[in-house]
């Protein structure tokens, strides 16, 4: 109960309390039990001087001395509760006793009867009489004092009401200074009380108060040791660690804050009743509409899917995507719901995360994957797919592969720009042939695919043609009119179960035989193929073997001057097959060539030839010795070293060395070509230009490279003399070399006639069947070690 009053009010109120307690417990017990002991105190005093005095009147009785009763009687009178006393006989008569008149009072009180019986008992007797009065009555002896009196007593009559009352005003004079002890005693301690602890209390409530109304910097100015002064600087210390706890709350409140409006996700906060409540920046933006703009709409309303939005809500799905209508432009969003508790209310946290771009690369990636970005056109893997797919159907499938002839010439003499429109217009023409069915792709690079279901052999072959007349007719691109042909494989399914990958391999082989039969034109897959496939397997696995077994050797053909003597003598490799026998070199060369193994075969080609020049010369016939390189030599960074490093090796002339370089070499003259030249033309090596005439740069290079000849191709001698294109290109080459200071060579020459005309256009040096094959190093010579005329 106390609780409820301020401390400074407990206290005197409990001082008092105490106080009533203290007056009630003196009053109700403290007062009764002064007064009977006090009564019992005067009854004891009184009982022994009257027992002494009984005594003294025995003696006097005795003696009949009455005077000296009536002075002793006088004498007990005298005292303050002694109302009288008197000495009498048993008729009552009185003997002695204080005043006169005193036989009334006893015949008044008592009667004789009970008189007489009190004076023969052994013990002083006490009868009450009214409140605090008594009649003691005490025997005296029985010894006759005259012959008529038998026995006597002394009478007295107490009153003990002024004693009694005396103890009761001096208990409350008692209760009165206690009271007023305790009143100044509760005045000390109230006040020190108050210094002591209300004070200092109320200083710390005082300081609680304030920190929390915000003030966080005041504390408690407590001195002492007492626990008020202990819990004082505990609570200074609770308040500098709350101080620390809000600091850190703020700056985690703070930082928070700033990673929620600087992440890159939008949040919106929502009630239970679905209002948005809060929104951070990047949900403004995912919106485009402000904070307040955002809590103003219902969630539903934002989406442009509300149906995908009421199952995320629902709980049907724990994420999916939503989408954003925002200035004309659609905005995906994946979003996810997540719940949190804040002051015992349940809210929602729901997270945007804008993957717009994401979808977009996404689609992007799907379209990189699927799709041909120069042309739109389905990608390689896309259409095999399809075609996966056609051929697991069980149906009939025809599937073209078209490869562009000579197409990275163009590519690289008109600029890569020129030739990804010549890609583009070929894509759109091959459309234009095709029907919805139809998928068309490109394959990559020159090539493109078509896969045409349930379409027999007769119709792709019908669809072929057509494709290749079209192909024929001029392109135009920019200023330049563009002619190019296309080389086209066929390979059938007929509707059984199929595998894509054998399918594709058919078509392959398909184009590549296309191509060796020399291009704009198709070949349609049949076993044939399939075999001559398989032998070009076997010939590639036998040839990997074929250096280390040293099957491989090198023929001459020599090239003829004027005087039917040789100058000089071309090295043609050839190989003699442990199980095949002689190999033609159109069967293996193109392996090599394919399989890379051509490189370390040509320097075996190279260190062979020159260790022949250096025995010819050794022999006193020094004849050079043409060596070809092939396209893939050049793409060696050290070939110019390795070469030069045989030379030394074996010891051999440069001069005596001549590198017959094709027009498919030099497609890529970039620095390392144009160095590697360099390099070997410093070294003394002599460098023709061979194949000349038939690519498209020809003129560019003998401009651009030191060459010291050419060798001109034999498509161009066989129609000699009679072909009047012939003569005039043969001419015209003639003309050019000698005005550039050019050494000539004309191979392919196989008659008479040739060589006649070609003598008489001053070309020196011919080369050719219509002479000599290419025959092993003896043939070429006499028993006598000299060398033939031919």
């Known amino acids: 109960m106390l609780s409820r009053y301020s401390l400074r009010r407990s206290i005197p109120t409990l001082l008092a309390i105490f106080a009533l307690i203290f007056a009630a417990l003196l009053i109700l017990i403290l007062l009764p039990i002064s007064q009977k002991n006090a009564l019992h105190s005067w009854s004891n005093y009184t009982n022994h001087m009257l027992i002494q005095l009984q005594s003294s009147l025995n003696d006097h009785l005795r003696l009949n001395r009455r005077e000296e009763m009536a002075t002793e009687l006088a004498e007990l009178g005298s005292l303050p509760n002694v109302l009288w006393a008197a000495v009498i006989d048993t008729e009552l008569r009185t003997v002695a006793a204080t005043r006169l008149g005193i036989e009334a009072s006893i015949h008044t009180q008592l009667d004789k009867q009970q008189l007489s019986e009190l004076m023969h008992k052994h013990t002083p007797s006490w ?101 008020i002064s202990l819990l004082g600087a505990g609570i200074n210390s609770m308040l500098r660690q709350l101080e620390s706890n809000n600091k850190a709350l703020q700056e985690s ?82 979003a996810v719901l997540n719940t949190f508790s804040r002051d015992d209310k349940n809210y929602t946290l729901l997270l945007l995360n804008d993957i717009s771009e994401r979808t977009q690369a996404e689609q992007r990636m799907h379209y990189l994957a699927n799709y041909d970005v120069l042309t739109g056109l389905f990608n390689r893997n896309n259409i095999l797919r399809h075609v996966e797919k056609t051929l697991q159907a069980n149906r009939e499938l025809s599937l073209v592969l078209i490869d562009l002839d000579r197409f990275q010439y163009l590519n690289d003499a008109l600029g890569h720009n020129i030739g990804d429109q010549l890609l583009q217009a070929v894509a759109h023409r091959l459309q234009g042939y095709t029907t919805h069915q139809d998928i068309l792709a490109r394959a990559g690079g020159d090539e493109f695919m078509v896969a045409l279901p349930d379409t027999s052999l007769d119709q792709a072959e019908t669809l072929v043609k057509q494709l290749l007349e079209a192909l024929n007719e001029p392109f135009k691109i920019l200023q330049y009119e563009l002619f190019i042909t296309a080389s086209i494989g066929i390979a059938h399914h007929k509707g059984s179960t199929g595998d894509a990958v054998q399918l594709l391999k058919h078509v392959d082989l398909a184009l ?143 001069q005596l060395i001549e590198l017959e370089i094709t027009e498919n070499s030099l497609l890529d003259s970039g620095t390392q070509v144009q160095n590697t030249l360099k390099q070997l033309k410093a070294a003394g090596l002599l460098l023709y230009l061979d194949d000349f005439g038939t690519g498209y740069s020809s003129l560019t290079y003998i401009k651009r490279f030191q060459f010291d000849g050419i060798k001109i191709d034999r498509e161009f001698v066989q129609g000699l003399p009679e072909c009047q294109q012939s003569i005039a290109l043969i001419r015209g080459i003639l003309t050019i070399a000698e005005h550039l200071g050019l050494d000539v060579v004309a191979e392919g020459v196989e008659t008479k006639e040739q060589a006649a005309f070609l003598r008489q256009q001053g070309c020196r040096r011919l080369q050719g069947y219509y002479f000599s094959a290419a025959q092993p190093t003896a043939s070429h010579f006499n028993s006598d070690k000299s060398l033939k005329l031919y």
Not at 137 to 146: E, I
Not at 148 to 168: I, K, Y
Not at 207 to 223: F, K, M, P, S
Not at 609 to 638: E, H
Request: proline fraction near 4%; charge should be neutral; aromatic fraction near 8%.
């Open 253 to 334: 409140e703070l930082m928070l804050r700033n990673l929620v409006s600087a992440a890159p996700v939008g949040l919106l906060v929502m009630t239970e009743q679905q209002q948005i409540i809060e929104a951070n920046p990047a949900a403004q933006q995912i919106f485009n509409l402000s904070a307040a703009e955002l809590c103003a709409n219902q969630p539903e309303q934002l989406f442009s899917n509300p149906e995908q939005w009421q199952q995320l809500i629902q709980g049907t799905c724990k994420k999916t995507l939503l989408l954003v209508e925002r200035n004309a432009k659609r905005v995906t969003t994946e």
């Open 127 to 227: 009868l009450p009489l009214k409140k605090q009065r008594y009649l003691a009555v005490y025997p005296l002896n029985r010894q006759q004092f005259n012959s008529n009196d038998q026995a006597a007593a002394l009478l007295v009559e107490l009153d003990f009401t002024p004693f009694l009352r005396q103890t009761t005003n001096n208990a409350w004079l008692y209760l009165a200074q206690a009271l007023l002890l305790l009143l100044v005693l509760g005045l000390i301690l109230n006040r020190l009380y108050f210094h002591l602890v209300v004070k200092r209390i109320s200083h710390i409530s005082n300081i609680a108060q304030r920190y929390a109304a915000g003030n966080l910097q005041v504390r408690t100015h407590l001195e002492g040791k007492d626990e």
């Open 512 to 654: 590549y035989h296309a191509k060796k039969m020399g291009r704009n034109c198709f070949i349609s897959f049949n076993s044939e193929l399939a075999t001559d496939a398989a032998v070009r397997q076997e010939l590639t696995e036998e040839l990997r073997h074929a250096l280390s077994r040293g099957e491989f050797e090198l023929y001459y053909q020599p090239q003829i001057d004027a005087d039917n003597r040789p100058v000089a003598m071309e090295a043609l490799l050839r190989w003699q097959s442990s199980s095949r026998g002689l190999v033609s070199p159109d069967q293996f060369i193109p392996l090599l060539e394919e399989t890379g193994m051509i490189l370390e075969v040509s320097r075996w080609v190279f260190r062979t030839a020159c260790r022949q020049a250096t025995a010819w010369s050794t022999q006193g016939t020094p004849l050079r010795i043409a060596v070809n390189l092939s396209p893939l030599d050049f793409l060696q960074a050290d070939l110019a070293g390795s070469l030069i490093a045989i030379l030394h090796e074996e010891q051999t002339p440069t």
